[in-house]
């Protein structure tokens, strides 16, 4: 990393990171090399995690994202409107929620969050293979996908599988962790349409609504790998930012350190065993016209690691058959509340995030597509 460090204290950014980038070895390269000091690139100019706006109150307050016991579906009586009620209320206020009693077996959580650390922890020349940053590939690894965009470089490395739609050729998988990405996302695609459901008629739709809006035909799977940082206080393990699919199903660890920005606070989302954390991203607040929230999230950096997380986006990517249009849903406009967004296509959004240098403090990604 010396060798972009110029004698009077100038440094030439873009040289340094692309000499980060071609070791094609991430961030867990730098803390296997024994670092102690963080290179330039992953200091960010104003960090402000210690800001007393940004500090989180949720152990002072008890306050925390809702939780929805999806055990009581199918029973008999009000539980599913009950369950309908709060992921509306959720949707509405928080953006996010958890859902525990979904029936997913924990050996298959613990298997897949153990997948995803042996890939980012195996022999660093099978792993390079897998290291690139074109994003029409289905299978592919890096260190934050907008590395040459954002102006804040993250202390995380990522694995990302576009799962759906199909056709996914398993042998393109990394073999460490192909059979448990394969089975999780059986148990992923029930829970994703048992979400649609409970968030279609929360919004006072028929069930097979969002689902039939193919809503529920992207997947996009996201193994992050938070290795641990010797100077915390310096970087973001992810800087803050939203979502930009319809629904996210989010697994943590349990190291902890994700926080949501709720009513001007930003609260801890403690790690809940078994539970999923659910969030909703961009293309659902633009279809529901603002009605549901795609909430701001971040994760901290820490001194303790690895942590590991798996997120599965119900998103479109950028390939070609992503055509449908999206605006937002003609049943929840009316003359008192009209259309706040033009149509638009989900790829447009997609590269506008890969490209684009967002400052999520400031502004949505969604601004762009106001009518
Ligand atoms: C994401 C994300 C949170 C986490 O991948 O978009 O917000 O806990 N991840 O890693
Ligand atoms: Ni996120």
Redesign the pocket.
């Known amino acids: 990393m010396m060798e972009a460090d110029h004698e009077d204290g100038s440094y030439d950014r873009n040289k340094e990171l692309k000499l980060f980038d071609e070791t094609k070895a991430g961030v867990k390269g730098l803390v296997d090399a024994g670092l102690t000091k963080l290179p330039k690139i992953f200091v960010h100019d104003n960090h402000k995690v210690n800001d007393s706006s940004s500090s989180s109150s949720s152990s002072a307050t008890n306050v925390s994202i809702p939780v929805i016991d999806l055990g009581s579906l199918h029973e008999e009586g009000n539980s599913r409107h009950e369950i309908v009620q709060k992921v509306k209320d959720a949707g509405e206020k928080w953006g996010f929620f958890q859902v525990v009693n979904h029936k997913i077996p924990q050996s298959i959580l613990d298997e897949m969050l153990d997948g995803v650390r042996k890939f980012h922890e195996q022999d660093a020349e099978v792993k390079k293979e897998f290291y690139s940053r074109d994003i029409t590939k289905r299978v592919f690894y890096n260190t934050n996908f907008n590395f040459y965009t954002t102006s804040e470089v993250n202390w995380?490395d990522?694995l990302y599988c576009l799962l759906a739609p199909g056709p996914l050729d398993p042998h393109q998988l990394p073999s460490i962790c192909r059979d448990v990405i394969i089975e999780y996302l059986d148990h992923i695609k029930k829970l994703a349409l048992t979400l649609l459901e409970l968030l279609s008629e929360a919004l006072g739709l028929e069930g097979n609504y969002l689902k039939d809006i193919d809503c529920g035909e992207g997947i996009f799977m996201?193994g992050?790998y938070?290795p641990p940082c010797p100077q915390p206080e310096l970087t973001w393990?992810?800087s803050s930012?939203t979502?930009l699919g319809f629904v996210?199903i989010?697994l943590?660890d349990q190291v902890g350190?994700?926080q949501v920005f709720h009513e001007n606070q930003w609260f801890d989302?403690t790690p809940f065993p078994g539970a999923f954390?659910v969030?909703l991203g961009d293309m659902m607040q633009l279809i529901t016209n603002d009605k549901f929230m795609s909430a701001k999230?971040?994760?901290v950096a820490q001194k303790v690691g690895p942590?590991v997380?798996v997120?599965c986006?119900l998103r479109q990517h950028v390939q070609d058959e992503c055509l449908r249009m999206y605006g937002p849903i003609k049943e929840l406009v009316t003359k008192e509340n009209p259309p706040i967004y033009k149509e638009m296509k989900m790829p447009d959004l997609v590269k506008l995030v890969y490209t684009t240098k967002l400052d999520y403090d400031i502004s949505s990604p969604l601004k762009h597509f106001r009518l």
């Open positions: 995380r990522t996201v992050n938070y393990g992810l930012h979502d996210t989010l943590q350190g994700l989302i954390i969030n999230h971040r994760v942590r997380s997120s986006s």
